[in-house]
């Protein structure tokens, strides 16, 4: 599992088709890709390592804050392309990624994950396999590439 982490401003998503839109302020934007044997061990491993990544200013201005200190708010996007792999070529493979099943499952269990550890009215996300547009106003900035064991 691997999740890029953004510290933002603030950030948001909207999709056209169904009118679906979910906006945070300070907090994270956490793009979620899966992979075939990915399971429940590594969403607790992944989520709680968001959940508590120590990036955030404290008052002497080192990263030494995480999201859940400074009550920051979270916005999750399935992100197959994460395990894009373009070494060969310049088309990228996607044979890495999970297929939507497995993968749709695991992204609702992070989301669960993420709001138990945070809070319910914390969390925003997207829709699992739906075109979106996706706003992110970074603060830093910084990111931050998370992956599981």
């Not at 950030?11 to 300070?26: D, F, L």
């Not at 695991?106 to 989301?111: H, R, S, T, V």
């Amino acid at each position: 599992m691997r999740a890029l982490v953004q510290k933002v401003k603030e950030g948001g998503v909207y999709i056209a088709e169904t009118n679906y839109s979910a906006e945070i302020g300070k907090g994270i934007v956490v793009l979620l890709g899966v992979t075939h044997t990915d399971g429940e061990n590594e969403v607790n491993f992944v989520a709680d390592k968001c959940s508590n990544l120590r990036i955030f200013l404290d008052e002497n201005d080192k990263m030494n804050l995480s999201v859940k200190d400074i009550d920051g708010e979270v916005l999750v996007i399935s992100q197959f392309t994460l395990y894009g792999d373009a070494r060969k070529g310049n088309r990228p493979s996607y044979t890495d990624a999970a297929k939507p099943e497995l993968a749709e499952q695991l992204y609702d269990k992070f989301i669960s994950r993420m709001r138990m550890n945070l809070g319910d009215q914390k969390v925003q996300t997207g829709e699992f396999g739906a075109m979106m547009e996706v706003k992110i106003i970074n603060d830093g900035p910084v990111t931050i590439l998370v992956e599981s064991k």
